[in-house]
Structure formats: C-alpha cells, structure tokens
T-cell receptor, first 110, second 113 residues
C-alpha cells in the first residue's frame, strides 16, 4: 500500500545543534515531497517541498534531502532554536492528494 | 494574509447526532480538504473538493459527507456521530490541485459522547 511514515515519533535536540528528521515513503510515483510544521494549538504550516526529480533543496535554515533509491526523505534544521519545537510531518503529493505521515515531535532543550 | 477559518474550536456532541463542521477560506482557492488528526496516525484525508459542488473521497470517507455550495465554504457532515469519530478535524485549502502548499485552519476538536 501507499504510505508516508516517519522513523521516530520524538526527537530531543539541544538548542544551537542541527536537527535531522527522517521519513520513509513507499509511493515512488509521488510528484512532490513536502515538510510541514505544526505548533501547539495550530494547524500545520508548509515549510519546504522538493520535486521528485531533485535530490536536495535548501531554504532558510532548512534543507530537505530526497533519496529515491531507498525511498527516504529528511529535513535538516540548522542551529535549532526554541521556536522550532513542534510536530513535523512529511507529506507526499500524488493524484491531487496530500498524504501525511504520523509526525515527529521535536523538543528543543535550552 | 491568507486565512482558513473553522467555525468551532471545540465541540461536544452526542452519539447519533448529525454534526456539521464548517470551514471558510478567503483566498479564492479552488481546492479544499478535510483531514482528521489522531495521535500516532498523522493526518488522514477524509474528503476533498476541487470546485464548487465537486467532491472526491479521500482515504477514510466512511461515516462522513461533505458539501461545497460556494467556493469559499466547505462543510464536513457526520451523518450520525459515533464515539470513534472523536478527533481533531482540520480543514485546508490550496491554490491548485496538485499544489504542495496547503493552508490549514486551527482545527476543531470534536468529542462524541
């Protein structure tokens, strides 16, 4: 079946360190892979996407890596800040549907 | 600033009631979505709509229906609420079908007792 999933449900990171959040997917036909961030009490918010024919894309303090060989997606956050504490979802876009994984809760330690 | 507004933040309903969850977007987006969010399961797509009066089933449509009479409004209907429909419901919109950036409302936490 088709699924998008994350490797770890929780991640604790020291402030200032880099964070790496991982995701495995199974649908190779997806056109885009996307990362969303959900802060407490809010709806998810778009962070960055990557087209399926790309390997890497950088944004402001974030980098998304796509490894199609092993069907793996990761989000790297540089110099993690307290405001980065949130639930992070990977998602894929296929057949006009956005399908989300289970989410990783990132906690930033001061 | 883009905005997706869900009519209620919290709702408590009784088993068997008909429940309406309303969502309005002010961005003139073509596409609207309803998800439910449960711990450990992420967001699961219930229904989506790509135009007025058009709807498509998502991954978990059973027990739900939707209505889109106007472009800006997308309603989720629980025909006969059950306790397993207790969940957080999230509405979203996107500019075009296939777009990656969806804008979400703040969510409605529904409890069915």
């Amino acid at each position: 079946g088709e699924s998008v999933g994350l490797h770890l449900p929780t991640l604790s990171v020291q402030e200032g360190d880099n964070s790496i959040i991982n995701c495995a997917y199974s649908n190779s036909a997806s056109d885009y892979f996307i990362w969303y961030k959900q802060e407490s009490g809010k709806g998810p918010q778009f962070i960055i996407d990557i087209r399926s024919n790309m390997d890497k894309r950088q944004g402001q303090r974030v980098t998304v890596l796509l490894n199609k060989t092993v069907k793996h997606l990761s989000l790297q956050i540089a110099a993690t800040q307290p405001g980065d504490s949130a639930v992070y979802f990977c998602a894929e876009n296929h057949d006009y549907k956005l399908s989300f994984g289970a989410g990783t809760t990132v906690t930033v330690r001061a | 600033d883009v905005k997706v507004t869900q009519s209620s933040r919290y709702l408590v309903k009784r088993t068997g009631e008909k429940v309406f969850l309303e969502c309005v977007q002010d961005m003139d987006h073509e596409n609207m979505f309803w998800y439910r969010q449960d711990p450990g399961l992420g967001l699961r797509l219930i229904y989506f709509s790509y135009d007025v009066k058009m709807k498509e089933k998502g991954d978990i449509p059973e027990g739900y229906s939707v209505s889109r009479e106007k472009k800006e409004r997308f309603s989720l209907i629980l025909e006969s609420a059950s306790t397993n429909q207790t969940s957080m419901y999230l509405c979203a919109s996107s500019l075009w079908l296939g777009g990656t950036e969806a804008f979400f409302g703040q969510g409605t936490r529904l409890t069915v007792v």
